[in-house]
Nanobody
Framework: QLQLVESGGGLVQPGGSLRLSCTSSASGYPISYYAIGWYRQAPGKEREFVSSISWSGSTTSYVDSVKGRFTISRDNAKSTVYLQMNTLKPDDTAVYYC????????????????WGQGTQVTVSS
């Protein structure tokens, strides 16, 4: 079964950058053939869609609040999806999750079948 692991979170000052990674912790179950979504959840708020990428990398989607600042990409040879986050703001503070599904990318988190445990991103001076 696919098991996702996020990494790369941490504490960063406003205006700084982080790169999150999402990979599979189970050998023999690469994420290469799955659409991947990134979501985030801040304390007291609902889980929010951030970005998604098709299995081939040819199609991507972003929530308006991160367009121009975040970039999603993937390296299927390494079975890894990245979320490059630049010009970070305090409002970006949240636990970030990656999720996987077969087929096309979607925004609805209930359409994703596999989820990681999340990585904390804190943007603060």
């Amino acid at each position: 079964q696919l098991q996702l692991v996020e990494s790369g979170g941490g504490l960063v000052q406003p205006g700084g950058s982080l790169r999150l990674s999402c990979t599979s912790s189970a050998s023999g179950y690469p994420i290469s053939y799955y659409a991947i979504g990134w979501y985030r959840q801040a304390p007291g708020k609902e889980r929010e869609f951030v970005s998604s990428i098709s299995w081939s990398g040819s199609t991507t989607s972003y929530v308006d609040s991160v367009k121009g600042r975040f970039t999603i990409s993937r390296d299927n040879a390494k079975s890894t999806v990245y979320l490059q986050m630049n010009t970070l703001k305090p409002d970006d503070t949240a636990v970030y999750y990656c999720a996987a599904k077969s087929g096309a990318i979607v925004v609805d988190p209930q359409r994703y079948d596999y989820w990681g445990q999340g990585t904390q991103v804190t943007v603060s001076s």
